[in-house]
T-cell receptor, first 112, second 114 residues
């Protein structure tokens, strides 16, 4: 069973609307959580990185939240644009130096 | 500065052939990672290099897969006797040091085994 679960698997929204993507994890001991955006045919690009002590971090129209107690994170996208169409991947790192667990991603499509 | 580069961008090979995939990390980055992404699947960790330490090969799916990193910079992922299930996008990432640092991904190599 994957230790990082993302939902929904896919999402279609209209341009200008907001949306929220979810990430639940069971990875332990927790070190950090990252959200990546991956455009089709490209490598992932980092959006946010949060450690245990951080519960929110913004990057433009992207806002990530983290609840380390419930082991949940969300990525909120405000005023979506067509260019937001991509896969969004949640990655949880542990204190083991190279142990990172990847979610399967949420495929977002923004339509005009 | 230049990001992580990978070559080739696409590779089509026949089943049973060997392939080599190349990754040029960002200059000065001591950590280098290889991942595999199958269609519609999440990223799968393959191997991790950190400085002069022995690489972590725990993610390699079989002994047909191997990787080396020469001079602490360029890395080559080799797949011997390719199988159709090896078809995937192979992504390389580098970071300043261990996983506490930001990983920068290359564009990937799309491997198709026919």
């Amino acid at each position: 069973k994957n230790q990082v679960e993302q939902s929904p698997q896919s999402l279609i929204i209209l341009e200008g609307k907001n949306c929220t993507l979810q990430c639940n994890y069971t990875v332990s001991p927790f070190s950090n959580l990252r959200w990546y955006k991956q455009d089709t045919g490209r490598g992932p690009v980092s959006l946010t990185i949060m450690t245990f002590s951080e519960n929110t971090k913004s990057n433009g129209r992207y806002t990530a939240t983290l609840d380390a107690d419930t082991k949940q994170s969300s990525l909120h996208i405000t005023a979506s644009q067509l260019s937001d169409s991509a896969s969004y991947i949640c990655v949880v790192g542990t204190y083991n130096n190279n142990d990172m667990r990847f979610g399967a991603g949420t495929r977002l499509t923004v339509k005009p | 500065g230049a990001g992580v580069s990978q070559s080739p961008s696409n590779k089509v090979t026949e089943k049973g052939k060997d392939v080599e995939l190349r990754c040029d990390p960002i200059s000065g980055h001591t950590a280098l990672y290889w991942y595999r992404q199958s269609l519609g699947q999440g990223l799968e960790f393959l191997i991790y290099f950190q400085g002069n330490s022995a690489p972590d090969k725990s993610g390699l799916p079989s002994d047909r897969f191997s990787a080396e990193r020469t001079g602490g910079s360029v890395s080559t992922l080799t797949i011997q006797r390719t199988q159709q299930e090896d078809s995937a996008v192979y992504l390389c990432a580098s970071s300043r040091s261990g996983t506490a640092y930001e990983q920068y991904f290359g564009p990937g190599t799309r491997l198709t085994v026919t």
